[in-house]
Every structure is written in C-alpha cells, then in structure tokens.
Antibody, heavy 120, light 107 residues
C-alpha cells in the first residue's frame, strides 16, 4: 500500500526558504503513470495547488508561485521535495504532498500534511 | 485560471437525509472534475474521479454527475461519519484549482 509522508521544519523565518520532503513508501516513484505534487491549505481556508513533477524531472508550477518555487525528485531515495523561497507570513499553511493520476489528473493519494509557520 | 464555485458553503443535515453539493466551473472542463472529502484535522480523500467514476473503498452512497460546467456530488442517506468538508477540483487545465469547499454538518 503506497503511503506519502511529509517532513521538514515547522517554523521558517520570513525571507528564508521553506524546504519540505515527501517520502513515498510501498511503491516506486519511478513507476510511471503518476505525477507527484505539492498542495497547500492556508489555516481555515481552501486549497492551492503549488506544482508537480514527473519522475523524469519534468515540472509544472502554479503561475502564482512559479517565481519562488522549485520541486525536485530523488528517485534513489523515493522522495520528492519542495523549496519555496523568500517566504512571508502569507506562506503559513498546511503543506500536503499528493500523488496525481497522470491520465485523469486527480490527486488519488495524499500525505497527512505538515503545518509550516512563517514567523520570526 | 478556471474558477470553481461550490454551493452551498454550509449545509446542516439530519442522518439518512440526501445531500446535494454543486460545483460550477467558469469555463467548460469536460469531465475533468474530481471530488474530495476532508474530515476535521485530517487529510483529503478522493471520493469521485472524472465527474462520475466511483472508486474502490468509497461507500456507494457517494455519487457524482455532470459535465462541461455543472457538476453535482450526491450523498444518499447521510451517515454521521460523513460530517466533513467537500471540495471539487478541476484538472482540465493548469493551474489545477479547487472549489472553496462545502461544510456538511450533522444535525
């Protein structure tokens, strides 16, 4: 059974870089047929797609965040990662990693999410 | 960017009642519309794929319909465990976007 788990600092200072990793267990990230995505949810609010990556390294980002985001993949560790640069308090959110069915485009599997607070 | 508008924002329902949530897209998205359930303090769970495709492990009381710009999630005979916020999501064009959510409360 495939599972996803986010990890990384829960507190980041303003202007610094938010870095999160998603570890995929129970299946290979290189299996094909899926994209690997980051989504965030501001406290008490809705959902915002950040971007996703294919195991080959192809990436797609939300234009609203594109200038500050990098998503990367490490197939040897079965992980993919998020870097969000120059963060502000507005980046405080629960960050989820999720698997995306390449054909239909749905997020069929989600991690538990991790709260990242941007504060000095 | 495609905007998804859900209605209602909130619904208080008695058990065994039928629940209908609608999602309207700002432009046609075919059947590239998916539904998720988020229980309090939990992650999201995919309920319906591609507007109407049922999924293994999801109770049969959940169903979806629609195409183009208008979509519906129906919960037949609501159970207490269905108290949650429900989101629609479109994958027709980038960026992916979500509806604002519909919170379903059990009376």
């Amino acid at each position: 059974q495939v599972q996803l788990q986010e990890s990384g600092p829960g507190l980041v200072k303003p202007s610094q870089t938010l870095s999160l990793t998603c570890t995929v267990s129970g299946g290979s990230i290189s299996g094909g047929g899926y994209y690997w995505s980051w989504i965030r949810q501001h406290p008490g609010k809705g959902l915002e797609w950040i971007g996703y990556i294919y195991y080959s390294g192809s990436t797609y980002y939300n234009p609203s965040l594109k200038s500050r985001v990098t998503v990367s993949v490490d197939t040897s560790k079965n992980q993919f990662s998020l870097k969000l640069y120059s963060v502000t308090a507005a980046d405080t959110a629960v960050y989820y990693c999720a698997r995306v069915m390449a054909r239909a485009g749905d997020f069929d599997l989600w991690g538990r999410g991790t709260l990242v607070t941007v504060s000095s | 960017e495609i905007v998804l508008t859900q209605s209602p924002d909130f619904q208080s329902v008695t058990p065994k009642e039928k629940v209908t949530i609608t999602c309207r897209a700002s432009q046609s998205i075919g059947s590239s519309l998916h539904w998720y359930q988020q229980k309090p303090h939990q992650s999201l769970k995919l309920l319906i794929r591609s507007a109407s495709q049922s999924l293994s492990g999801v109770p049969s009381r959940f169903s979806g319909s629609g195409s183009g710009t208008d979509f519906t999630l129906t919960i037949n005979s609501l159970e207490a465990e269905d108290a949650a916020t429900y989101y629609c999501h479109q994958s027709s064009s980038l960026p992916h976007t979500f509806g604002q959510g519909t919170k379903v409360e059990i009376k």
